[in-house]
């Protein structure tokens, strides 16, 4: 469904906060300096208490600014704020991201030749050991059989140092919400991400529902960025271990077959059950709370979550462009392959056909 295109869409850079005022003063001068002019910067401000709001209007004037009542969280922010943002493409970004070079106009210039493509990330490495992949996104995100999220140069809690193994531009499963270029219109006709989930794994969610529309999601690693990762929530506090397997239950649960749900949500209670068991050998008790607590909230929201379902399915079928796209997915289990066949690197799986 190529689609060449001479236009120029119009773009909007935004930036959720939350009382982040020294971030801000760290990253946004990477983003005023490598975004062209004729794109818009907009920070949205989350309800936040700090200096936020008047470090922005004395020291970035020329920026938009858009100030949020309360702290929707990060899925709920977004939602808000684009509300008020009319443009062809949003840019969902960090606050905690440093940007280069050129770093947009590879994305745009893809997206726009190509009406088949809903979503963008460009490669992401780490601010604080720039040789190496960034947890969130890397080099493009994956799904595995069971439901569980790894990226390219990054599988389970191991980041691989880029060496370009990764520089090719490739069609993936979900992009990274740190840095996502995404079609505006599709954003709203899918239900943006979803506000219940506050923060983490939403825009897996997103980005399931717009590949069973048929749409394609890529990252082009020409265009490069750095992230500074658990600057909202560390990568293994147990708020964050709450949000990763609640919200990941309920990402099933909204988009999966449901033939598939039938074995797949007893083996996920087993495997929660195990991590537990190695949040226990490693001493984090109140991490293994937090899955019981991610469980109970699951089951509690059970019929709520349901109705979802249905909601996304039709939501789906009015937009849709052809057959779900299942890219991206993986046949084998992540789990096997990191805990039991010792595979750390993108590069040595296989059963992607």
Same mark, same amino acid.
């Given at each position: 469904?190529?689609?060449?295109?001479?236009?120029?869409?119009?773009?909007?850079?935004?930036?959720?906060?939350?009382?982040?005022?020294?971030?801000?003063?760290?990253?946004?001068?990477?983003?005023?300096?490598?975004?062209?002019?004729?794109? +818009?910067?907009?920070?949205?401000?989350? $309800?936040?208490?700090?200096?936020?709001?008047?470090?922005?209007?004395?020291?970035?004037?020329?920026?938009?600014?858009?100030? !949020?009542?309360? @702290?929707? $969280?990060?899925? $709920?922010?977004?939602?808000?704020?684009?509300?008020?943002?009319?443009?062809?493409?949003?840019? &969902?970004?960090?606050?905690?991201?440093?940007?280069?070079?050129?770093?947009?106009?590879? !994305?745009?210039?893809?997206?726009? @030749?190509?009406?088949?493509?809903?979503? *963008?990330?460009?490669?992401?490495?780490?601010?604080?050991?720039?040789? @190496?992949?960034?947890?969130? =996104?890397? #080099?493009?995100?994956?799904?595995?059989?069971? =439901?569980?999220?790894?990226?390219?140069?990054?599988?389970?809690?191991?980041?691989?140092?880029?060496?370009?193994?990764?520089?090719?531009?490739?069609?993936?499963?979900? #992009?990274?919400? #740190?840095?996502?270029?995404?079609?505006?219109?599709?954003?709203?006709?899918?239900? $943006?991400?979803?506000?219940?989930?506050?923060?983490?794994?939403?825009?897996?969610?997103?980005?399931? +529902?717009? %590949? +069973?529309?048929?749409?394609?999601?890529?990252?082009?690693?020409?265009?490069?960025?750095?992230?500074?990762?658990?600057?909202? &929530?560390?990568?293994?506090?147990?708020?964050?271990?709450?949000?990763?397997?609640?919200?990941? !239950?309920?990402?099933?649960?909204?988009?999966?077959?449901?033939?598939? &749900?039938?074995?797949?949500?007893?083996?996920?209670?087993?495997?929660?059950?195990?991590?537990?068991?190695?949040?226990?050998?490693?001493?984090?008790?109140?991490?293994?709370?937090?899955?019981?607590?991610?469980?109970?909230?699951?089951?509690?929201?059970?019929?709520?979550?349901?109705?979802?379902? %249905?909601?996304?399915?039709?939501? *789906?079928?009015?937009? %849709?462009? =052809?057959?779900?796209?299942?890219?991206? !997915?993986?046949?084998?289990?992540?789990?096997?392959?990191?805990?039991?066949?010792?595979?750390?690197?993108?590069?040595?799986? @296989?059963?992607?056909?």
């Amino acid at each position: 469904m190529s689609v060449p295109s001479t236009s120029h869409p119009s773009v909007a850079v935004v930036i959720l906060n939350y009382n982040g005022r020294s971030i801000l003063e760290q990253f946004l001068p990477s983003v005023t300096q490598f975004t062209p002019s004729n794109y +818009r910067i907009i920070v949205a401000d989350n $309800g936040s208490l700090d200096a936020s709001i008047s470090f922005v209007k004395s020291t970035y004037p020329n920026l938009e600014l858009i100030e !949020l009542a309360q @702290n929707y $969280g990060f899925a $709920g922010g977004y939602n808000e704020a684009l509300k008020q943002v009319e443009t062809d493409y949003y840019v &969902l970004l960090n606050s905690d991201v440093e940007v280069t070079e050129n770093w947009i106009e590879p !994305l745009v210039e893809v997206m726009k @030749n190509d009406a088949s493509i809903a979503a *963008i990330q460009p490669k992401i490495l780490a601010q604080k050991n720039k040789s @190496n992949f960034e947890h969130a =996104g890397a #080099a493009g995100g994956y799904f595995d059989n069971l =439901g569980y999220p790894f990226c390219r140069g990054r599988i389970i809690d191991f980041c691989e140092e880029d060496q370009g193994q990764y520089d090719t531009t490739q069609e993936i499963f979900w #992009a990274s919400g #740190a840095a996502m270029l995404v079609r505006a219109n599709l954003y709203h006709q899918l239900g $943006g991400l979803d506000a219940d989930y506050f923060a983490h794994m939403e825009e897996i969610d997103l980005c399931w +529902r717009m %590949k +069973r529309a048929g749409f394609r999601i890529l990252c082009v690693p020409t265009s490069k960025v750095y992230h500074v990762g658990g600057g909202t &929530l560390a990568y293994d506090s147990p708020n964050k271990v709450y949000l990763n397997f609640r919200n990941s !239950l309920t990402t099933l649960f909204k988009n999966e077959a449901s033939l598939k &749900l039938i074995w797949l949500f007893p083996l996920r209670l087993i495997l929660d059950g195990m991590a537990g068991g190695l949040f226990l050998v490693q001493g984090k008790l109140s991490n293994i709370w937090a899955i019981i607590r991610a469980h109970f909230s699951f089951y509690g929201q059970f019929f709520s979550t349901l109705k979802k379902r %249905k909601q996304t399915k039709i939501l *789906i079928q009015k937009v %849709k462009i =052809g057959k779900p796209n299942l890219e991206g !997915l993986y046949k084998g289990s992540i789990i096997i392959n990191y805990y039991l066949r010792k595979i750390k690197k993108f590069s040595t799986m @296989n059963s992607f056909k």
